[in-house]
């Protein structure tokens, strides 16, 4: 299964804390800025950061997505949602102070066109912070069939160094303990997933001091410094301010 469109009414709470701390992580650098969500989906995201005080726009490929994100998430114009490619976005160059683009980098087949897009509407000294799925090997063939390529954490930095003087990475990963690390060891064909109820599952968890999946808070995901071995997301800061 592969949840690409998220919203957060029709969606497991743990599916939506794992999206939704991305945004949590990303407030943190900003307060008062004019921010621009490349990708927003139907745009939970875009508001979140909206009701942190900043001032966003929302954009995205698909209109039924933007038609929900208006309807359900803007408020006297804000967020602001507009349907755009993300390869051309339509938008002055040096506008904005942050661009956050998660989950959006390994969709793309023009990865040079978007990078090149991000850096011409960003300011000079603006932040971008942006994430992926996190695997063991690069490829061109990823498993998931929306996915164009996937990067290891090394080639990711590299992709992105190579438009960024400072880049900084992070790991996304669900909050474990040594118990629940061990059951993980021991159940290497993934049978509580397979096969085992979720309500088994879920008791599983319970014992060993974490939550299922399905019902992770935003607690429950970590985003920290460095390439941990067990993350399932690169999330990457990026600037030219320290290098001018």
């Not at 603006?126 to 490829?139: A, D, K």
Request: hydrophobic share 35%.
């Amino acid at each position: 299964m592969h949840d690409e469109r998220i919203i957060p009414d029709k969606t497991p709470l743990g599916i939506y804390s794992i999206h939704l701390k991305r945004y949590e992580f990303a407030k943190t650098y900003m307060k008062g800025k004019l921010i621009l969500d490349v990708a927003c989906g139907v745009g939970y995201g875009s508001r979140y950061l909206s009701d942190a005080g900043n001032r966003v726009i929302g954009v995205d490929i698909d209109s039924e997505s933007i038609k929900y994100a208006q309807k359900r998430y803007s408020s006297s114009g804000q967020p602001l949602f507009v349907q755009s490619d993300a390869t051309i976005l339509g938008i002055n160059s040096d506008t904005f102070d942050v661009i956050c683009s998660f989950e959006t980098i390994e969709h793309m087949r023009d990865v040079d066109g978007f990078l090149k897009e991000i850096k011409r509407v960003l300011k000079p000294s603006g932040l971008f912070i942006v994430s992926t799925p996190m695997v063991s090997e690069s490829n061109i063939n990823p498993e998931n069939p929306f996915h164009n390529q996937e990067w290891n954490p090394t080639d990711f930095q590299h992709l992105i160094t190579q438009y960024f003087g400072d880049v900084k990475v992070f790991s996304q990963s669900r909050r474990q303990t040594k118990v629940s690390k061990w059951v993980k060891r021991v159940d290497l064909l993934d049978l509580r997933r397979r096969f085992i109820p979720k309500v088994i599952v879920r008791k599983i968890a319970q014992v060993t001091g974490v939550r299922s999946m399905d019902r992770l808070e935003l607690d429950d995901v970590i985003i920290s410094r460095g390439i941990i071995k067990e993350a399932s997301e690169i999330v990457i800061v990026a600037t030219d301010e320290n290098n001018k």
